[in-house]
């Protein structure tokens, strides 16, 4: 917004400010002279973008996103290179199944993040950096990320499944309407009443895959069902809009029309539930780990890691607490990506103006911001929820 | 409607039979059921009970024509069946189970429901905020949190860290009071709009009134025998009905506010004569009636002091009773808790971790209601932990959705108080998307908590569908489906059709 005004030097009182402030908006933006200031602004910025730019944008400016994105690489990017993945070898000295000479310790975990001078025993990663089980002589930190490795391996799967069944059946569901539609959606109620948890144990005693993979394969096949109806409501908006009757005046296929101009549209919801149902989904596979219907031994996950150390919380904690923070970290990671997602692909979003960027537009900005919202609402806002 | 309920039921009920066959097959591919009988070293032994297990699941039959069975005689003579491992009927361990369940999730989701639209109306109400950000923060967090993981810590802290504080005397840090102390100015400073002078001094008083707070229950060893007695109940009941007043009909009504505080010195001068009626005889029955009286009392105030808005003063007045009877009836469970605690089976360890009552404690109706909530306790915050976030998630949005409107702009711009805007325009249209959440989570309190229930052994529904998969017995694993189903299927409806009656722009069945 601060390209549609300069700065007054030697303004001091508010009326001043109020009569310096009101926008002079290039011609190009005409409409912006007539809105709120802050759409003027907002539309300047965004003039000349494409719609994936504005998103991309958006959602760069999302500072929790990024940092989650950031964190998110990170433990990717340790899980995938220290014990290595299938036939690659990884920089850690220990593999998930090695036998590792047991401590003479407790076993606790080696890595100090206190430097000497502060009393610590500096900085280091040591030995056994997440600690060490002395009853099966396993090292915690390449077990752990083994379990991060599974545990990713099952969302993205889960993730890629379940979008694409999802977005089939609700994208047929939506625009054919009728019978097609109560068929499915009928469907969808008999596999939503279905517990996962029976699922879970059918995949892993008749399917007889191997751990990840019936765990992985069975959630894919059980979790489209909310992504499915968000999809069928959007299309069930979408296709009656003039954009598809022009394409069917232009002879499209349905198929066409389904593909090629309903469904980029949707994008936006279909990414967003993803992010979340992958965050979901960690939790879940956790749980049915954690219930001794998850991925099973020698192979290990996360929630099978907290499942088999649960007793072992009150005399050697590090074996617990572990495999669970990580879960915490990479959900919460998920889930504000999926926010700072949501935030970017929503056309009402409003960038909210922090405040800096208030004290450097002057005061006439802040105060009508601060009447706008006292109001509860603003010109963007009442536009965006009438439509 | 009518035409509309009947389709929906119809529809629910083929969607229920297609998914127990569905079920069912699944069930006979889950595993062996008769790996158990391994564990019999006895070999005639052993193949009595194969024989007896065969014959309760129908295993000699192929798996399609054993579902028709099983759904014949459900449909015709109302017979689940008997538990594989103990032959016994599975609908006695339905009626033991489902009154456990609902003592455990219902609890858990009324709280989760008060506490959560609490939060998120007030987060929406201060929008872009300090408090709103550390609120939506911390949803976030709590939806993080794999259930079972917390329950485990819970399950160890509670059960060993509490009960050893609270055998210690019940005193708190220093430490602990400095930074809870910060943490509630922080949370008061948040909350508070306005000049930084505005939240400075709302964050020191919040954190001062917290550090005075806890050091009185420190020094006190408040803990160990709570209670309020009748000057601090006083004092609490002056500040229900502020409190009540200043929401529901604002401090200007002078016939409300009246009829609160008459209600509230009603409530007050009646604290000790209330003490001979809680005696150890009393039942929940009798209870409920007393605060039936009680709001009676207070309607009957209302009306005669209400003037020509009789219906607001009564229902302030009421609201003041309602929360007053409550706080006596904790009060009198307070005064009993030190009782309970030094009581021989529980040995100054009232923190329980493991099951819903303790079956050796023999004692009035006040030592029992003290040995549910210390059952109750834990295996509640675990439950609630996620649930009030996604309560606090939803009514946020909900409220924010409203508040957006062009009544509540209109409402402002004719020059309504904020707070009949918030509470007569805002909050009641924003609470009508959550009832239709309300009601479908109504639907699952009755399947339990299967993590819970397992971490903490609480005997309730959760807990009859996973033991019944794990020893692959279709009977109890139907059995929970049906009662789950059925309740999921009807309440859905019920929240179609309430939504339908509560806002009047949907329509249902056209």
């Known amino acids: 917004m601060s390209v549609t005004r300069s700065s007054i030097p030697g303004s001091e009182s508010e009326s001043d400010h109020v009569v310096s402030d009101t926008p002079q908006p290039p011609d190009d933006l005409a409409m912006g002279a007539v809105l709120d200031p802050e759409i003027a602004g907002e539309m300047a910025e965004v003039a000349g973008l494409s719609q994936s730019q504005i998103v991309r944008r958006r959602f760069f400016r999302h500072k929790g996103a990024m940092v989650s994105l950031l964190i998110l690489a990170f433990i990717v990017i340790l899980a995938a290179t220290s014990v290595g993945w299938g036939p690659i070898p990884g920089w850690w000295k220990y593999s998930y199944d090695d036998l590792v000479p047991r401590t003479g310790d407790d076993g606790g975990p080696t890595m100090s993040l206190r430097p000497q001078w502060l009393g610590g025993s500096g900085i280091g990663l040591g030995e056994h950096p997440l600690g060490v089980d002395n009853e099966l002589g396993k090292d915690m930190f390449a077990l752990n990320m083994r379990g991060v490795q599974t545990s990713l391996t099952i969302i993205v799967v889960l993730g890629l499944m379940s979008t694409s069944i999802g977005v089939v059946v609700g994208a047929l569901s939506g625009y054919y309407g009728k019978w097609v539609d109560s068929l499915l959606m009928r469907f969808t109620d008999v596999i939503i009443v279905i517990p996962l948890l029976v699922i879970a144990a059918v995949a892993g005693f008749a399917l007889g895959f191997s751990g990840k993979w019936s765990v992985a394969i069975a959630l894919g096949a059980f979790t489209w069902t909310g992504l499915a109806r968000l999809v069928r409501a959007e299309f069930l908006a979408l296709r009656e809009r003039e954009f598809v009757d022009a394409a069917r005046v232009a002879n499209a296929s349905n198929m066409r029309i389904i593909f090629k101009h309903i469904l980029p549209n949707t994008v936006g919801t279909i990414v967003v539930s993803t992010t979340l149902l992958m965050g979901a989904g960690l939790l879940t596979e956790a749980a049915l780990g954690f219930l001794g219907f998850g991925v099973r031994a020698p192979e290990t996950s996360l929630g099978t890691l907290v499942n088999q150390y649960q007793g072992a919380y009150e005399t050697r904690p590090w074996l617990f607490i572990w495999p669970g923070i990580l879960i915490v970290a990479i959900v919460l990671c998920l889930q504000f990506i999926g926010d700072g997602l949501r935030d970017a692909f929503d056309p009402r979003q409003k960038r909210i103006p922090n405040r800096k960027d208030l004290d450097r537009d002057g005061g006439g900005e802040a105060k009508r911001d601060a009447q706008a919202r006292a109001i509860g609402t603003t010109v963007a806002r009442s536009l965006g929820s009438g439509a | ?510």
């Open chain 2, 1 to 510: 409607m009518f035409v509309y309920i009947c389709r929906r039921i119809v529809a629910g009920a083929f969607v229920m039979v297609g998914a127990s066959f569905i079920l069912y097959l699944l069930m006979t591919k889950a595993g062996d059921p008769l790996a158990f009988t391994l564990q019999i070293s006895n070999p005639t032994q052993r193949a009595a009970v194969i024989g007896t297990v065969t014959e309760t699941l129908s295993l000699d039959v192929p798996p399609v024509e054993r579902y028709l069975q099983w759904l014949s005689r459900l449909v015709l003579e109302q017979d689940f069946g008997l538990v594989s491992t103990t032959q016994q009927p599975v609908w006695d361990e339905l009626t033991r189970r489902v009154p456990l369940t609902l003592k455990l999730v219902s609890t858990a989701t009324l709280l989760s429901i008060v506490f959560g639209v609490m939060t998120g109306m007030l987060s929406a109400l201060r929008q872009y905020s300090g408090f709103d950000y550390i609120v939506t923060f911390t949803t976030f967090v709590f939806f993080s949190l794999p259930v079972f993981w917390v329950a485990v810590i819970l399950k160890a802290w509670g059960g060993i860290n509490l009960n050893d504080w609270l055998r210690d005397g019940a005193h708190f840090s220093v430490t602990f009071i400095v930074v809870m102390s910060i943490f509630a100015g922080v949370v008061g400073a948040s909350f508070a709009g306005g000049t930084k002078l505005r939240k400075t001094v709302t964050g020191a008083i919040s954190g001062a009134i917290a550090a005075l707070l806890m050091s009185w229950m420190s020094s006190t060893q408040w803990l160990l025998d709570p209670g309020f007695g009748p000057i601090l109940f006083a004092v609490l009941g002056f500040g229900i009905a502020a409190g009540v007043v200043a929401v529901m009909s604002g401090w200007r009504n002078a016939r409300a506010r009246n009829a609160a505080l008459i209600t509230a010195a009603i409530g007050i001068v009646s604290y000790l004569p209330m003490q001979s009626v809680f005696d150890d005889a009393i039942n929940i029955w009798m209870l409920l009636g007393w605060m039936a009286i009680a709001i009676g009392v207070a309607t009957a105030v209302g009306y005669a002091v209400g003037g020509f808005d009789k219906g607001q003063s009564a229902r302030t007045a009421s609201i003041v009773a309602l929360l007053m009877g409550v706080l006596m009836f904790v009060d009198r469970m307070m005064q009993s808790w030190a009782a309970y605690s030094a009581s021989s089976v529980i040995r100054n360890r009232p923190i329980k971790t493991i099951g819903h009552q303790e079956e050796r404690l023999d004692g009035s109706f006040w030592l029992v209601a003290n040995d549910t909530f210390s059952h109750l306790f834990l295996p509640t915050l675990a439950l609630m932990l996620i649930s009030v976030a996604s309560y606090t998630r939803f009514s946020r949005g909900s409220m924010l959705e409203v508040l957006d409107q062009d009544y509540i702009r209109t409402a402002q711009a004719k020059g309504l108080t904020k707070r009949t805007v918030v509470v007569r325009h805002a909050l009641r249209n924003a609470l009508i998307p959550l009832a239709t959440i309300v009601a479908f989570d109504i639907s699952g309190i009755i399947g339990g908590a299967v993590i819970t229930e397992s971490v903490f052994q609480w005997d309730g529904m959760g807990r009859l569908f996973i033991d019944g998969l794990r020893e692959i017995d279709p009977n109890r694993v139907m059995a929970f489906f049906v009662v789950t189903g059925t309740f999921a299927v009807v309440f859905n409806l019920i929240a179609d059709v309430g939504y339908a009656f509560l806002d009047p722009r949907i329509r249902v069945g056209e």
